[in-house]
């Protein structure tokens, strides 16, 4: 399958089967800015995902930046029905690889600003290099974030941090986004890729379907009071002694052998 704005490739997890998909976003000349081909592309990548055995996804930008923003050209003379258009496709993404039942990890090497960080958001993890710089400046174009910005970083770092962020449009550098709980870890550039694909190895190498459904659990679970998402917790707990997974997993640990999962 050609890609026009995108490099993918699936690499071989650094312990077990599974294989890693790695996904860059390849318009250096511009910042990697979002664009709608870039999501359209986007929305076939992760898309084709649960089918292909994939273990999980890593999301990165080329060049110095994991993606600047959005198309700032291509956006100036969109009108009111545009610009709605275009915030759909963006939240459609974020919805689609929240729904995926293999762990996401945005491996932000430099700028991931407006539709960037959202982007990066939108992953379970982010892990970034000690040269990333993340921020949400929309209100110096007169506009808001639009891809699940406001949203996603409320429910990540609390409201006050979020407000401040998005009201004044300020950049921070990767420490701040780790201290403030945006970012996961922060690395050497050298090491981000790396240690990236080390973490979703070490997942892809779990019981996949228990994996799904922490993934699912979680995200659904962060929606819903206490109550209701302890209930989920236990129905889900209580589904996976279904699985053949659940009896391969228990038996080697008994036998003190490593399990061979199916997903199943």
Not at 188 to 194: F, H, R, S, V, Y
């Amino acid at each position: 399958m050609g890609w026009e704005t995108l490099t993918v490739e699936d690499r071989p997890a650094t312990e077990g089967d599974a294989k890693i998909r790695v996904v860059t976003i390849n318009r250096p000349q511009v910042l990697n800015a979002i664009s709608v081909g870039v999501i359209e592309e986007l929305l076939r990548v992760v898309e084709s995902t649960p089918n292909d055995g994939v273990g999980g996804l890593l999301l990165t930008g080329a060049g110095k930046a994991f993606v600047a923003g959005a198309d700032i050209a291509a956006m100036q003379e969109m009108t009111p029905a545009q610009a709605l258009a275009f915030s759909g496709q963006g939240h459609a993404l974020g919805e689609m690889l929240a729904a995926l039942p293999v762990p996401t990890l945005a491996a932000v090497n430099g700028f991931a600003l407006g539709g960037g960080c959202e982007l990066a958001l939108a992953c379970d993890f982010i892990y970034a290099s000690e040269k990333a710089k993340f921020g949400q400046p929309e209100v110096k174009l007169a506009v808001i974030p639009g891809f699940g910005g406001t949203q996603r970083l409320l429910r990540r770092i609390g409201l006050a941090r979020a407000l401040e962020l998005c009201m004044t449009g300020d950049m921070i550098r990767a420490d701040e986004a780790q201290r403030i709980g945006l970012a996961n870890r922060v690395l050497e550039p050298d090491a981000l890729i790396p240690e990236a694909m080390s973490t979703l190895s070490r997942i892809a190498a779990q019981g996949p379907v228990a994996v799904a459904k922490v993934k699912e659990v979680l995200h659904r679970g962060a929606q819903l009071p206490l109550d209701e998402a302890n209930v989920l917790e236990q129905e889900a707990f209580a589904s996976l002694f279904a699985t053949a997974d659940q009896r391969e997993g228990m038996a080697a640990f008994i036998a003190k052998r490593p399990p061979s999962f199916k997903g199943a």
